[in-house]
């Protein structure tokens, strides 16, 4: 069955430290990969999209995420926190489903950024 | 401006009192999908719809229903409420039904049944 697992739900990083949030994937298929954002009190954003054009893939604010296949992750990192990216984040996995398609959201980590 | 628009943000209500929750979104986009996020377990989908008339079951269907009779609206109907429901909710839609798209979100539904 396809799965994703976030390890830690809370991470805690000072100010200008590297971010390093973990995601790892089991999918019988080429996977679509996706980490998503949740600001206190909105709903979630798309942060960046794996579709297999590339294995490192960039998305906003800073943030980029390595598709490794032996590994089966798909860690999102940011080199230098900031206090405004405090925020939950979710990783997930878009996988066919019934002539359409289904998300698979892994349980979320939530970034503290310490001053 | 494009977005999901959920309503209402905050709801409070009894067990077995009938409610709605109402979503909108002004981008014609095909694919719609409901979502409930509880502390631990992440976003479960509830109901996801791949086009008007067209609804099927997710992963935690049970104690609700939705209706797509327009495209743009998709509301979540909880006919008779349980504890076991207070949640925050999450309406979602896409572009397409295809592999690969992206969702985008409205701001949620903080539900309390007591």
């Known amino acids: 069955a396809q799965s994703v697992t976030q390890l830690g739900s809370h991470v805690s990083v000072s100010e200008g430290a590297l971010v390093l949030l973990r995601c790892n994937y089991s999918?019988?298929?080429?996977?679509?990969l996706f980490w998503y954002v949740q600001y206190p009190n909105q709903g979630l954003q798309l942060l960046l999209k794996y579709t297999s054009a590339a294995t490192l893939v960039k998305g906003i604010n800073g943030f980029e995420a390595e598709f490794k296949k032996s590994e089966t992750s798909f860690h999102l990192t940011k080199p230098s926190a900031h206090m405004s990216d405090a925020a939950e984040y979710f990783c997930a996995v878009s996988i066919p489903t019934s002539g359409t398609y289904k998300y698979i959201f892994g349980t979320g980590t939530r970034l503290k950024v310490l001053a | 401006e494009a977005q999901v628009t959920q309503n209402p943000r905050y709801l409070i209500t009894v067990t077995g009192k009938k409610l709605t929750v109402t979503c909108s979104q002004n981008m014609n986009h095909e694919y719609m999908s409901w979502y409930r996020q509880d502390p631990g377990l992440g976003l479960r989908q509830i109901y996801y719809s791949m086009n008007v008339e067209v609804t099927d079951k997710g992963d935690v269907p049970e104690g609700y229903k939705v209706s797509r009779k327009e495209k743009r609206n998709f509301p979540l109907i909880l006919e008779s409420p349980s504890p076991n429901q207070t949640s925050l909710y999450f309406c979602a839609s896409s572009r397409s039904r295809n592999l690969g798209e992206k969702l985008f979100f409205g701001s949620g539904t903080q539900l309390s049944v007591l």
């Open positions: 999918s019988s298929v080429p996977p679509y």
